[in-house]
């Protein structure tokens, strides 16, 4: 008698068949979704979560309009100039030339504890 392995499936002609499970997760879409249900953003808006002045995160209608990720924010804001940015939390001084140039800091961001996001934790063009 064969042994099969663990999770093998026998095939016909003695072969097995090893099924596996590969699961592929967009969480730099995942961090977007967050901020936009937090901030209440239409799901359709070109959306990029902004870390001084670069993008960490973007979301898929800011990817079809040519927005990748780590992309500097000016250069963002050139080709998708309705791009809604949300500035990750920033802890300790805050240079306000960030703020100038596309994005808004706040104390929330999606690893914030509860709370309702506002208007002043994003930025609009």
């Given at each position: 008698?064969?042994?099969?392995?663990?999770?093998?499936?026998?095939?016909?002609?003695?072969?097995q068949f090893?099924?596996?499970?590969?699961?592929?997760?967009?969480?730099?879409?995942?961090?977007?979704?967050?901020?936009?249900?937090?901030?209440?953003?239409?799901?359709?808006?070109?959306?990029?979560?902004?870390?001084?002045?670069?993008?960490?995160?973007?979301?898929?209608?800011?990817r079809a309009?040519?927005?990748?990720?780590?992309?500097?924010?000016?250069?963002?804001?050139?080709?998708?100039?309705?791009?809604?940015?949300?500035?990750?939390?920033?802890?300790?001084?805050?240079?306000?030339?960030?703020?100038?140039?596309?994005?808004?800091?706040?104390?929330?961001?999606?690893?914030?504890?509860?709370?309702?996001?506002?208007?002043?934790?994003?930025?609009?063009?």
């Open positions: 008698m064969q042994q099969q392995q663990l999770g093998a499936a026998p095939l016909g002609g003695g072969v090893v099924r596996r499970v590969i699961v592929h997760l967009d969480l730099d879409c995942f961090y977007c979704q967050v901020e936009q249900k937090r901030l209440n953003i239409p799901r359709e808006k070109p959306c990029a979560v902004q870390q001084w002045q670069g993008l960490i995160a973007v979301n898929y209608a800011a309009a040519g927005v990748t990720r780590h992309m500097r924010v000016h250069d963002a804001k050139k080709i998708c100039p309705e791009l809604e940015l949300v500035h990750v939390q920033t802890i300790g001084n805050i240079n306000p030339d960030d703020a100038a140039e596309g994005g808004v800091a706040h104390g929330g961001g999606a690893a914030a504890a509860g709370g309702e996001g506002s208007a002043q934790d994003r930025e609009s063009s």
